[in-house]
């Protein structure tokens, strides 16, 4: 009995498969005996990868996935009497199901903004509480790169931000779940966007750009990496066969194959607006910069449309939703789902 292949969609770009190039590093490093725990040849030369791109200096730490990475990423950066400031869309504060809080002991403020970005005039209210025993501690921003609403920091603002932080003694964390779509849409280097803009802890993920599984956590500043592989270990982050999330990162950094997948989920990202936008019916709401499309689309839509192509409602009172592309996007799909909602749209006036 042959199974039919399931149809593309623009729910999320977790739900694509995995790059052929990565699962041929996964299968070639499947061979013999290697030593666990990231003493092996294929996580020292992933290693040496990571520091040829952000810095020589630079601690680089696998771990299983996004969570966890930000998790461990933000405990060695706080005390328990501190708190991160977030957006109020930020992963970590809305998906994360408080395993920040819990794991870290600290308190996550969440800071309104209308396009994902946080900017100096937003977190300036904040500092009134430094110094005041009676209150937590802000000791960490936290941006999402791109932000959860698909937009981009540009390398101005987040050193506008970092400077801000430092200033004031406080740290920057990047939450680099979709870092590539950054770096392809701003036509810049990792480190440039990262390390160069003043951050001190970067969680890098590849998983929603073709990967498997796995993430790194990248430490720049130097005096937070001495603690960190006990976090980790702690954390339950610790992967015994390494190998198989180091020979992904390999794969995916050698010949910039994560720049052609963010490339290309970008353009179908760009793609898919160009179709919407040619449907009176519906308005996109933010800037498409990565590789997400929010819209607000009528209410008699939703339900039929996700029937035929699963998606998430962003913000179920406005009727805004999330359409997300990826690597494996193609534009038959896109021109597929845009004649569907036409035809929805046709079908249900009233």
């Not at 992967?239 to 950094?253: D, G, N, P, V």
């Amino acid at each position: 009995m042959t199974q039919s292949t399931p149809r593309r969609g623009f729910a999320s770009d977790n739900n694509a498969g995995v790059h052929p190039v990565i699962m041929e590093a996964i299968q070639k490093c499947n061979m013999g005996h290697v030593i666990g725990y990231g003493d092996d040849p294929y996580t020292q030369q992933a290693i040496k990868t990571f520091r040829r791109l952000f810095g020589l200096d630079t601690g680089v730490y696998f771990v299983y996935g996004g969570t966890g990475a930000n998790v461990t990423g933000l405990q060695v950066m706080l005390k328990p009497y501190q708190a991160v400031l977030c957006a109020e869309t930020a992963h970590i504060y809305v998906d994360e199901c408080g395993a920040p809080e819990k794991f870290t002991g600290c308190k996550l403020i969440p800071v309104p903004t209308e396009d994902g970005k946080l900017r100096i005039e937003q977190l300036q209210p904040y500092l009134a509480m430094q110094g005041f025993e009676h209150h937590v501690q802000p000791a960490v921003i936290s941006v999402s790169q791109p932000t959860e609403m698909g937009t981009v920091y540009t390398v101005d603002e987040l050193i506008e931000l970092s400077s801000f932080a430092k200033k004031h003694g406080m740290l920057l964390h990047i939450d680099g779940a979709r870092i590539a779509n950054a770096a392809a849409y701003l036509n810049l280097t990792f480190k440039e966007i990262t390390r160069d803009a003043g951050a001190d802890v970067l969680s890098f993920g590849g998983t929603k750009n073709g990967m498997m599984f796995g993430e790194a956590v990248l430490i720049f500043n130097p005096r937070l990496q001495n603690d960190f592989k006990y976090i980790r270990k702690q954390g339950m982050q610790l992967h015994s066969k390494m190998r198989f999330i180091a020979a992904q990162f390999e794969a995916y950094l050698q010949d910039d194959l994560w720049l052609a997948n963010a490339r290309h989920a970008n353009k179908m990202a760009q793609l898919l607006a160009q179709k919407i936008n040619e449907i009176d019916e519906i308005k996109i709401t933010q800037k498409v910069e990565s590789n997400g499309v929010f819209a607000v689309v009528p209410k008699r839509l939703i339900e039929p449309l996700r029937k035929e192509y699963f998606f998430y409602t962003w913000n179920e009172s406005k009727n805004e939703v999330r359409w997300m592309t990826s690597f494996d996007t193609t534009e038959e799909d896109v021109e597929n789902f845009a004649q569907t909602i036409r035809r929805i749209l046709k079908n249900n006036l009233t």
